[in-house]
């Protein structure tokens, strides 16, 4: 569609102005470009250049320090007035209270503080439109200023319809209601309070703003909410907005203290997703997802103290940092090392050393004493022959070297069993340390059988 009328302006300071004119515009049915409206898709600059050279009027807003950037060649408001001149456009110049023209204008723009302008004055701004429309050149579209005389009419018309509704809906006369709705929208098939009296009926709702409420199922979904929605004015999608928002944001909020499961978190996070800009929905949709990741966890949680032991600490280290998971995860893992370790060969040769110690260390005993008494029975024959002297410096020196080598002996022995002692006791400490046991440990740690 042509526009008649396009507004430039700056972001910074004019965009609120140019908003408000375009508004005023179109409601009196002006055809009017206004880039936050206008511009869907496609390259932005094409779109402009296209827009000002199909138009009549070029109206720009001259808000304070709006042509101050105009020193750049590529500065959109300069290229867009630059266009505008070129082409010929009658050029409307809206000039806010503070706006004051730069001593240094670029040329291709410098004849636009030739143009008289329109002063915006706020606490005027009727009489300020009415001076904008005497500087156009467009004209309102006949069409649309017929259709909406005969708009005004249904209006009219439908108006006391509406208020029997309500009273039909505040006495509880629901079938009424829901017929009176049907009667206005037969009338007027865009009449947004027709649809919210039809869904107000088929709820038995007697007051609109029960609407917000979380007793409402959800409006979004609601087909003659959609169609409300879809045929409203501006000022009426506002309000439409704001019960879908409340009603959104009521479910949210009850969902969430119903919610225990992992799903139930995240449908209730849905409910704030929709408008994470209300109230605090933000900080809500945040608590929603951290609580379903919490519920997930817990599931995996339990799944996992139910799987067998070689199996439980690969599902633990999934869910690390939830509850004692880390803990579960390292005793398990600790449980298989000392398996492992009371199973080897060499643990087992260690076992079987410290016997062998222990059956020699005790030969070895047997023999001192039986060679000692030998020694002593040689002493004992030598003392009845006389030989007391001789004999017992021969005894001396046999028993001096017979001891020397047991004593030797019984160093080693001992020196080896405490060797394997110290080991049976770090083996014993690591066992200990083992928290978690399989179900059955007899079936496999062969710990319970072993006797340390």
Avoid at 30 to 52: E, K, M, P, Q, T
Wanted: with cysteine; hydrophobic share 35%; charged share 35%.
């Amino acid at each position: 569609m042509r526009e008649q009328i396009f507004i430039s302006y700056r972001r910074d300071g004019g965009a609120d102005i140019a908003r408000m004119m375009c508004e005023a515009l179109k409601v009196r049915n002006y055809s009017v470009f206004f880039d936050f409206d206008s511009i869907h898709g496609g390259c932005f600059d094409d779109r402009i250049l296209n827009a000002i050279e199909n138009c009549s009027d070029f109206v720009l807003v001259l808000s304070k320090n709006a042509l101050a950037r105009c020193v750049n060649e590529d500065d959109w408001v300069r290229q867009e007035i630059a266009f505008a001149l070129k082409c010929g456009k009658n050029i409307v110049p809206v000039k806010v209270s503070d706006f004051v023209y730069p001593t240094d204008l670029p040329e291709d723009i410098a004849d636009i503080s030739r143009h008289n302008a329109v002063d915006y004055i706020r606490s005027y701004y009727d009489d300020f439109i009415s001076k904008l429309i005497g500087r156009l050149v467009s004209k309102p579209d006949r069409d649309k200023q017929e259709d909406e005389i005969a708009r005004e009419k249904v209006r009219k018309e439908i108006a006391p319809l509406i208020i029997r509704m309500y009273d039909f809906l505040e006495g509880k006369d629901w079938a009424s209601a829901i017929k009176k709705a049907e009667d206005i929208l037969d009338k007027d098939p865009t009449c947004p309070k027709a649809y919210l009296g039809r869904i107000m009926g088929e709820l038995k709702i007697t007051k609109e703003e029960t609407l917000g409420s979380a007793q409402v199922p959800s409006l979004s979904q609601n087909p003659h909410f959609q169609r409300a929605c879809k045929h409203a004015t501006a000022d009426e999608l506002k309000y439409l907005k704001a019960y879908e928002h409340q009603n959104n944001y009521a479910h949210g909020v009850e969902a969430m203290k119903q919610a225990k499961s992992e799903k139930e978190f995240k449908d209730a996070a849905q409910w704030f997703a929709s408008n994470p800009t209300y109230k605090d929905s933000k900080q809500l949709l945040g608590e929603c997802i951290r609580q379903a990741d919490l519920a997930r966890k817990e599931v995996l949680y339990q799944e996992a103290l139910k799987l067998p032991l070689e199996l439980q600490a690969d599902a633990f280290a999934e869910i690390t940092g939830y509850k004692d998971a880390s803990e579960r995860r390292q005793q398990i893992s600790l449980h298989f090392q000392s398996l492992k370790l009371v199973t080897s060969s060499e643990f087992r040769e260690i076992i079987a050393s410290q016997k062998d110690m222990e059956e020699r260390i005790e030969a070895t005993q047997k023999r001192a004493q039986s060679e000692y008494q030998k020694l002593e029975d040689l002493r004992e024959d030598a003392r009845k022959k006389g030989e007391r002297k001789a004999s017992e410096e021969d005894v001396g020196k046999i028993l001096k070297s017979s001891y020397s080598a047991l004593t030797e002996a019984i160093k080693k022995a001992q020196l080896l069993r405490n060797q394997v002692t110290a080991t049976l006791d770090n083996t014993k400490k690591a066992l200990n340390q083992t928290v978690c046991r399989p179900r059955n440990p007899s079936s496999c740690c062969p710990t319970k059988t072993l006797r340390m």
